[in-house]
């Protein structure tokens, strides 16, 4: 292979619900590691889930004509501004392949989602990953400082942020855009906008990324907030039509199939359902919150449908050991965050399943 591709790592996925069952034999499966949607899709959606299979001989439509304009009036963008990803990891993928050669500069933070740095990495880019804070904070000086270091492709990160929670506020995302270079692509990826959406100071990217004559891009997802992970739909939200155009020369025809297509708009006419989804995790996050801090834990506050936690063990052992109660987290690796792991705000019952394990495995009791 090529040697940027020899270095990678392989993004690790976590372990399905079905591996979990077979090798530790769990009765129960506690899925809390890939911040799902517990609450699952909007059941008016659901409805129309026949009718959309009775499509499946026929091609999708290549460009999702009828959801970006759907989504065009939802987020006030104009629709072709608008493109749709297999998720929208694939977004990220397509940014990369497209905007970045071998040697370029990328800005990120660290710990981050993984393929801000992997995608960035597999095209020979020099990925600069500024650390968020010990407490548990973007630190913009030293963002500042990273943007302005030396020429620079990409910034790209997360907002609120995955994994931590946290988030950053208007006016220093126009301060730390303020000092990157006038060509910098900027994206900001909202895989959480709706979960953070009611957190004051938290700024919709694409109201205020527009105050700069720059190219940007905001992603989003039907992942999360929507609970359509398992068909593979998010979307980018984009400066200029330019951006766009870019973007579908390295996009496969065909990257978003039918039901995903058409599950997504049915669930754009039935936002209210999404809404008292993305209530319940918020509601029940802070009672999570609650009943870590009583186990003894300081979770850093948080924007989105997680929490990040340092339970004081290497988390890989913690993780493996969870495992054995059927609870799934995902446990961080990277240096200086070894003893941190994030955990979903599943269902009430689910989230206790992972606090009594927890306090059994790290031997913290109430
Ligand atoms: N960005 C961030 C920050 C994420 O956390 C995730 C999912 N974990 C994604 C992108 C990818 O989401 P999807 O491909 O399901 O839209």
Avoid at 258 to 282: C, E, I, K, W, Y
Wanted: aromatic content about 8%; charged content about 20%.
């Amino acid at each position: 292979s090529r040697p940027e591709v020899a270095a990678l790592p392989v993004y690790n996925a976590g372990l399905s619900e079905d591996e979990v069952r077979q090798k530790y034999n769990a009765p129960h499966i506690s899925k809390l590691g890939s911040n799902e949607n517990p609450y699952g899709p909007s059941p008016t959606a659901l409805k129309q889930w026949e009718n959309l299979t009775r499509q499946m001989f026929r091609y999708p439509d290549a460009t999702a004509s009828a959801l970006r304009h759907a989504l065009a009036q939802i987020t006030d963008m104009p629709a072709d501004h608008i493109m749709l990803g297999n998720g929208s990891e694939q977004i990220i993928r397509l940014i990369c392949e497209a905007y970045l050669s071998p040697g370029d500069r990328v800005v990120t933070v660290l710990p981050s989602f993984g393929l801000h740095m992997i995608w960035p990495e597999m095209m020979g880019a020099r990925v600069d990953a500024v650390s968020i804070t010990a407490e548990g904070r973007f630190d913009l000086p030293a963002m500042k400082q990273a943007v302005q270091a030396a020429p620079l492709k990409i910034l790209m990160f997360s907002n609120p942020s995955n994994p931590v929670g946290c988030m950053m506020n208007a006016p220093d995302m126009l301060e730390l855009v303020a000092c990157c270079p006038p060509d910098t692509l900027i994206v900001i990826d909202e895989a959480y906008y709706e979960y953070a959406q009611g957190s004051p100071d938290y700024p919709d990217a694409t109201k205020i990324l527009p105050r700069q004559e720059r190219p940007w891009l905001v992603l989003r997802t039907f992942s999360k907030a929507y609970a359509l992970a398992g068909l593979r739909i998010g979307y980018a939200l984009a400066s200029d039509t330019g951006v766009i155009t870019t973007l579908n020369k390295v996009r496969d025809p065909f990257n978003t199939n039918m039901a995903a297509q058409g599950m997504a708009l049915a669930s754009l006419r039935d936002r209210a359902h999404m809404r008292d989804s993305v209530a319940a995790t918020v509601a029940e996050r802070e009672r999570f919150m609650l009943a870590l801090a009583r186990q003894g834990y300081a979770p850093v506050p948080s924007h989105a449908n997680f929490i990040f936690l340092d339970v004081g063990h290497d988390a890989a052992i913690v993780a493996e050991r969870l495992l054995r109660h059927g609870v799934i987290i995902k446990p961080w690796r990277e240096k200086g965050f070894e003893t941190c792991l994030r955990v979903s705000v599943g269902l009430p019952v689910d989230n206790d399943r992972f606090l009594h394990a927890l306090a059994i495995e790290t031997g913290q009791t109430d």
